[in-house]
């Protein structure tokens, strides 16, 4: 699988757009980009998925560079419950041998 | 109902002891999986199984043992542990056709 480089952390004022960047320049054309958060000490919770489209569910919008080297997760209005470390992960999407290989990720902290 | 849930939450034992940690899932996926985190907060696969059979298993020393009696259950047993077993350790599941990881809320383990 790729490999993914983020900032080590981030500040985002609460109601405000957080911005998490993800860089795989590597990624083949197979793979998939996740993000995932892990709050605290809880287990790690899917956020979003995408292969090349940019993609929104009720979470987040994943926003994917045309050349796919490079990634945005965007949380429109974070809280500070969205205080997390978040994590970009690339991996082929379906095989049983296909498996999630975490980084150091973001640590986001959302501010009052 | 919890989706993936582990047990126990918190396991205390002394050393040269041999500890199990129980993990189900009731979403019907066919991969199940464990992670150790340790006191870095780096998380690293240890083990997956696909429909009871061992996929991955990512150079973990033998005392560790899986085993999984059905698709929807995942054990870890760990024999003489050590100190440097502490770590919280996290269940998993997927569907091996694609789509995110479900994981469980972990299980401390702190040997002493």
């Known amino acids: 699988d790729a490999k993914t480089t983020q900032p080590p952390s981030m500040d985002c004022a609460e109601g405000r757009a957080a911005n998490l960047p993800c860089n795989h320049s590597?990624?083949?054309?197979?793979?998939?980009v996740y993000w995932y958060r892990q709050i605290h000490s809880q287990g790690p919770q899917y956020i979003i998925h995408?292969?090349?489209n940019n993609e929104t569910n009720e979470m987040a919008s994943l926003i994917i560079t045309e050349d796919r080297k490079s990634s945005t997760l965007i949380l429109p209005h974070a809280t500070l419950r969205d205080t997390a470390v978040y994590y970009c992960?690339?991996?082929?999407?379906?095989?049983?041998?296909?498996?999630?290989?975490f980084g150091t990720g973001t640590r986001l902290q959302v501010t009052l | 109902d919890t989706a993936v849930s582990q047990t126990p939450k918190y396991l205390v034992t002394q050393m040269g002891n041999d500890k199990s940690i129980k993990c189900e899932q009731n979403?019907?996926?066919?991969?199940m999986y464990w992670y150790k985190q340790d006191s870095k907060k780096f998380l690293k696969i240890m083990f997956s199984?696909?429909?009871?059979?061992?996929?991955i298993n990512e150079t973990v020393p033998n005392r560790f043992s899986p085993k999984s009696p059905d698709k929807a259950h995942l054990n870890l047993h760990i024999n003489s542990l050590e100190l440097g077993d502490s770590a919280v350790y996290f269940c998993a599941s997927s569907q091996s056709s694609g789509g995110g990881y479900t994981f469980g809320s972990g299980t401390r383990l702190t040997v002493v």
């Open positions: 995408g292969l090349k």
């Open positions: 992960i690339v991996r082929v999407v379906a095989g049983t041998a296909s498996k999630l290989t």
């Open positions: 590597t990624i083949s054309g197979n793979e998939y």
């Open positions: 979403l019907g996926h066919d991969t």
């Open positions: 199984y696909n429909n009871k059979e061992l996929i």
